[in-house]
């Protein structure tokens, strides 16, 4: 399945997606360069990686979203490609509007570089078939705006909607202020848009997918990346039926 | 050319993490600050052909990139620039 | 004023200036005279330190570049080489800690890809005073900032460094940075301007008037002044350096460039005349061609600035074009300035005229060499401590505790956190631990890293502190499983021209140069910081060492934690009578005095090499040095690293304060299966170590009992959750409150 | 209460890298913007017997915290609060 990363100036985790889509989940990838645009026909999974795009300047991911490929990014993910927002990429699709909310500073306004907890929210998403819903599995996170906020109609939106995929936890799940490194509104840790394609995440599923790295919870993500666009799982009947 | 000055502060009701903070420290040197909020203020020069055509542009500016409406208002001032 | 006037005033020496006048054969204009007086700045001529240095080891078959250029080189094998330089940015940091800091930070990354390789670690060197001073607080939280931001958004990740806090640092701390490089061998570019006729072109961001005078800044001793000097501290500008970075790498791909130099201390002044004296050229630059930040700069400012994110690049002539498309790419500007010429002068024009014209040779090597005598300083000889004076205290329990809080001692978790330390997914171990490991991708090997000094080591004893931080740097690579091979120090010293500080110095150098010897590590690059001190207090010598170390299999890679439980603990080593310049006697005792530990090297290279062939073997389950706090200390590392408890006894007639928190030197506690152990004993036996059973790991609990001869026991009981909770948490309550 | 305006500016000649970038997106969007900077805006409620206290507490406040006297200017506003 072709994997596309977006290079955006100031990104710096573009060769770690790059590296786990190819050399180990053993799928093509490419970078694309903000500059160009492409077709949506041309990838099925499209990666926004984190760093600082535009040194972070202004707000995270403010200047990004008006780069030539995120013009096609947007058509992608009107076609149901999967895009996937890591950290920076996270912030950027905030700010591009394809998901609600905004991202500020941390609460305690430093950067957090650890690994935390994270209760699997939903599993019936194209990026998450592989775990279990109420899963807590560990991911590092590295950010210092990570901060989610949203209206509390958005909110109860997405949860109605069961569009929270992680929520920050303890060990065992539970869903507490200490848990909370960052003070996003409800310890969310990332979100799906409605249709269910397009993911944002603070956590770091790319450095915790190797045996050598320690951790290989977020290998599972890929996974269920794949899982879906070969077809071997379907998602989001139990909701809209 | 003209000047522009704009403003742009968090919503009421959002949480602003800086001001808590500055708060807090000025507070512990003994100010006694009730309130703390922290914005951004952003100076532009800018072409335009006239004052009417250069606040519309700075209108646009903070629409499209400069203040993000989620969690932000902005305002701003426009002068010419005395030569 | 007259010239030879003003040139004192810019800190040239009589003695210098005249060495001008007659290289020159005139009196030299402003321009020149500004020029002359950065590089002959103790910071760009190493005037004072120079012949010392020299004494460093700096050859091995592995050593590819040694010192002289950006950074040094070292083969690794697989066609792949490490590139690696440390330096300091300590004034600037006292005076601006978050852009101090930063700018530091940004500056040893530009020497990483200035050798074409692609940067993958940073290190952090820090000492500041105590966390009471409010004014510190505000200097270490700035620092620990100013390095993170830089740092995460280049998205390297910051891998390790240390954290001291001492008094002696009050008024000047430090801040010294390292970076490592990885490069495959035939991509390796040096700083030379090569080639008549070539084309010499700037990049990066744009030149303003930052910084001029840093150089000169540097080299002088911090006073009332230097506030009033601020103005030559420069903005950081990470965003723009990662573009650079990129665009850098891209062009260093093309056979077509001849040379690359960072511009750090003395801007373009320092970039060219280094890299045509390197190449034996010259170089002819118009100061109207670089695009400026500011209006109205002169010739002068413009020579001078540090402006920071700026590259010098050399390339074939008729590839400017090229060069431009690359850059353009990134959004960056590349504009040819001037060109190589063969006359071995740095020709300075403004618009066709010429404003400067000097030997570039003479500029960049020709500052005269000043011999200084050192004399043995008075307060060493007070350091003989009658120990049996001092009572051993009765609750060793609450010494320990006392020990784990201490900021010298505990989890510097705050300042690590901030770092992001595993981007680019090759953090094997990382933060917390002896030293960060990194994979190398496509191979299967992986580099190990740590920095290391004592500065109190280093006061009490020049020479043996100096020795000590190579042993100490050398055991905590080993204690991964990774094989030292190249030392880049920062030398961090008060004023060379107070004769006990020159003391200091040549003797730490010999020190080092000793045990580098004997370990068979090479110098492969460094830095010399002089002038750290302020009207009431020099900062203790501080000689850090950074070193590198090669796994061959990543994946047999040791850590501190202990794992399992019902696993040995054995010492390698020998315990020793001493608790001289112990953070023990520091702390409970406010003593900082006595002899500090001594480091047999023989003793201490077999020691090592003994630990890196169990770790081969794969027969610990985990290593851990024993430095400050002593053994006691190193245990319980162990224990609230791995989350696991230890219970042990120890039969010795040391007495026991110095026996649990002596800093006796060439000791390594390790974990291992018990079936394991005969092979231990047959390697510690094989390599003439001494291996002695500790006790063993088990849940919860901590319990040392410690006996002699004469049947006196005494005895440390804690729970793992306390020890965790002071180890864990001091640091973070001292700063945030 | 008094209500405080406070602007925080980098000196003149000081590298802006947030305006610069900030800059090159407003010209990729067709805004003409010449030069770009940008500083904090800073607004502090505190207490104080009188205007000229308040005044007095505000520019110590900026002095000893929030602006950084090597890199930035301040200046600021205070008015009374309407009850
Ligand atoms: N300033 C710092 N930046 C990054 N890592 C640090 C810093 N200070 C300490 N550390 C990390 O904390 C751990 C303990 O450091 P230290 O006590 O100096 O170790 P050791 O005594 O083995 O030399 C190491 O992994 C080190 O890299
Ligand atoms: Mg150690």
């Known amino acids: 399945m072709r994997g596309a990363v977006i290079v955006f100036p100031g990104s710096n985790c573009d060769v770690d997606c790059f590296h786990v889509w190819k050399d180990v989940l053993g799928q093509p990838a490419e970078y694309v360069f903000h500059k160009e645009k492409f077709s949506p026909e041309d990838f099925d999974l499209i990666i926004l990686p984190g760093g600082f795009s535009y040194g972070d300047y202004l707000r995270a991911g403010a200047i990004a979203r008006f780069s030539p490929a995120m013009d096609s990014v947007y058509k992608a993910a009107e076609k149901g490609k999967l895009i996937l927002g890591i950290c920076n990429g996270f912030q950027i699709l905030l700010e591009a509007g394809l998901l609600p909310g905004a991202m500020m500073k941390n609460r305690d306004l430093k950067f957090h570089c650890h690994d935390v907890y994270l209760k699997v929210g939903t599993a019936d998403s194209p990026f998450t078939n592989m775990y279990l819903p109420g899963e807590v599995v560990k991911m590092p996170i590295a950010h210092g705006e990570g901060n989610y906020y949203a209206d509390a109609d958005t909110i109860e939106r997405l949860k109605r909607e069961d569009r929270i995929v992680f929520y920050y936890s303890d060990e065992k799940g539970n869903i507490t202020d200490e848990a909370n490194p960052n003070g996003s509104v409800e310890n969310i840790a990332g979100i799906l848009n409605e249709e269910r394609n ?44 | 050319m003209f000047n522009a000055k704009i403003w742009v502060r968090f919503k009421n009701g959002v949480l602003d993490p800086q001001g808590a903070a500055i708060k807090g420290a000025l507070n512990h040197l003994g100010f006694e600050a009730e309130d703390v909020r922290v914005g951004k203020l952003i100076e532009v020069k800018l072409k335009a052909d006239n004052l009417d055509e250069a606040k519309a542009k700075v209108e646009m500016m903070c629409e499209k990139l400069l203040a993000n409406p989620v969690l932000e208002d902005f305002s701003f001032e426009v002068v010419e620039e005395s030569i | ?91 600037p940091s006292a005076v601006e800690p978050y852009q101090g800091a930063a700018t530091g930070v940004g500056g040893i990354i530009r020497d990483i890809f200035a050798m074409g390789a692609r940067p993958v670690a940073l290190l952090d060197s820090l000492r500041f005073g105590e966390l009471d001073d409010p004014r510190v607080k505000y200097l270490f939280g700035g620092v620990v900032s100013g390095i993170a931001d830089y740092g995460n958004c280049m998205g390297i990740p910051t891998v390790g460094g240390e954290t001291y806090f001492n008094d002696a640092y009050k008024d000047n701390p430090l801040v010294n940075a390292m970076c490592v490089g990885i490069i495959r061998q035939e991509d390796i570019v040096r700083g030379k301007a090569q080639g008549v006729g070539n084309s010499v072109m700037l990049v990066g961001a744009a030149t303003g008037r930052d910084g001029i005078h840093g150089a000169s800044f540097a080299s002088e001793e911090l006073s009332e002044e230097s506030e009033s000097k601020r103005p030559s501290v420069q903005v950081g500008d990470p965003f723009m350096e ?41 170089i002819e630059l118009d100061v109207a061609l670089v695009p400026r930040r500011e209006k109205g700069m002169t010739p002068y400012e413009v020579m001078l600035s540090e402006s920071q994110e700026r590259m010098l ?124 490991v990194l ?68 003797k730490c150098i010999e020190g080092i140069s000793q045990a580098a010897r004997i370990l068979e590590i090479p110098v492969v690059s460094g830095n010399v910081s002089f002038y750290n001190e302020s009207c009431s207090r020099v900062i203790f010598p ?63 290279k077999r020691l090592q090499l003994c630990c890196l062939k169990a770790i081969e073997k794969g027969i610990l389950s985990s290593a851990h040095d024993v430095s400050e706090g002593g053994l006691a200390v190193a245990i319980a590392e162990s224990c609230i690293t791995g989350n696991i408890g230890f219970e042990g006894e120890i039969m010795s007639d040391i007495r026991a304060d110095a026996l649990l928190f002596g800093e006796g030197q060439s000791r390594i506690v390790v974990s291992l299966k018990e079936e394991n152990l005969p092979a231990l004993i047959e390697l510690a036996d094989k390599e003439g170590v001494k291996a002695a059973v500790l006790g063993r790991v088990v849940p919860e609990y901590f319990r040392i009992n410690i006996k002699d001869s004469k049947g006196s026991c005494k005895k440390i009981e804690l729970s793992l959750k306390e020890m965790a909770e002071v180890w864990s948490k001091s640091l973070e309550r001292k700063v945030e409150r």
Not at chain 3, 19 to 24: M, R
Not at chain 3, 32 to 51: A, F, I, R
Not at chain 3, 389 to 402: A, D, F, G, H, Y
């Open chain 3, 1 to 91: 004023m007259g010239k030879a006037e003003e040139a004192k005033k810019l800190g040239l020496t009589d003695e210098e200036y005249n060495l001008i006048v007659q290289t020159l054969g005139r009196e030299p204009n402003d321009v020149e005279l500004g020029m002359y007086s950065v590089m002959w700045s103790e910071h760009c001529s190493y005037k004072n330190s120079k012949p010392l240095l020299k004494r460093f080891p700096t050859k091995a078959p592995h050593v590819l570049q040694g010192p002289g250029e950006n950074a040094g080189i070292v083969d690794i094998g697989d066609n792949l080489a490490v590139v690696l330089k440390i330096e300091s940015h300590n004034h």
């Open chain 3, 542 to 604: 501080t000689p850090v060492i950074g070193m590198m170390g090669l796994l061959e299999d990543v994946t047999k890679h040791c850590t501190i934690a202990f794992k399992n439980p019902g696993d040995l603990v054995v010492l390698l080593g020998e315990n020793t009578d001493e608790l001289g310049a112990s953070e023990y006697l520091r702390v409970i005792f406010n003593i900082q005095g006595g002899k500090p530990p001594r480091v047999d090297l023989e003793r201490e």
């Open chain 3, 242 to 282: 990662k573009l650079l970075l990129e665009a850098c790498l891209e062009l260093l791909k093309e056979k077509w460039v001849v040379g690359i130099q960072d511009l750090g201390a003395a801007g373009l002044t320092s970039a060219c005349s280094e890299t045509a004296a390197r190449a034996g050229t010259g």
């Open chain 3, 439 to 506: 994979r190398i991708k496509g191979t299967k090997k992986g580099i190990a890293l740590t920095t290391d000094c004592n500065g109190l080591y280093c006061y009490l004893d020049p020479y043996e502190g100096g020795k000590q931080a190579v042993a100490e740097a050398a055991r905590n690579l080993v204690v991964t499983g990774a094989k030292p091979l190249a030392i880049t120090d920062c030398l961090n010293f008060g004023s060379p021209e107070n004769p006990e500080v020159y003391y200091q110095f040549e």
């Open chain 3, 313 to 436: 690049i050399i390339v074939e002539k008729g590839h400017e074009e090229d060069v431009k498309r690359i850059f353009e790419k990134w959004d960056l500007y590349a504009v040819k300035i001037g060109e190589v010429t063969g006359d071995g002068m740095l020709r300075v024009l403004e618009n066709g005229k010429v404003v400067a014209e000097v030997p570039a040779k003479s500029l960049a090597e020709g500052a005269p060499v000043i011999k200084r005598e050192g004399k043995r300083p008075a307060y060493m000889d007070m350091q003989d401590l009658d120990y049996s004076k001092i009572e051993i205290p009765e609750n060793l329990s609450e010494v320990l505790l006392q020990l784990l809080a201490s900021l010298n001692i505990a989890s510097k978790a705050w300042v690590y956190q901030q770092y992001d330390h595993t981007v680019r997914t090759n953090t094997v171990v990382p933060p917390g631990s002896d030293a960060a």
């Open chain 1, 198 to 241: 397009v993911l944002g995440m603070m956590p770091h599923p790319e450095r915790c997918a190797e045996e050598i790295l320690g951790n290989t919870d977020g290998k599972r993500l890929f996974m269920s990346i794949l899982e879906y666009l070969e077809g071997r799982v379907k998602i989001g009947k139990s909701r809209r039926s």
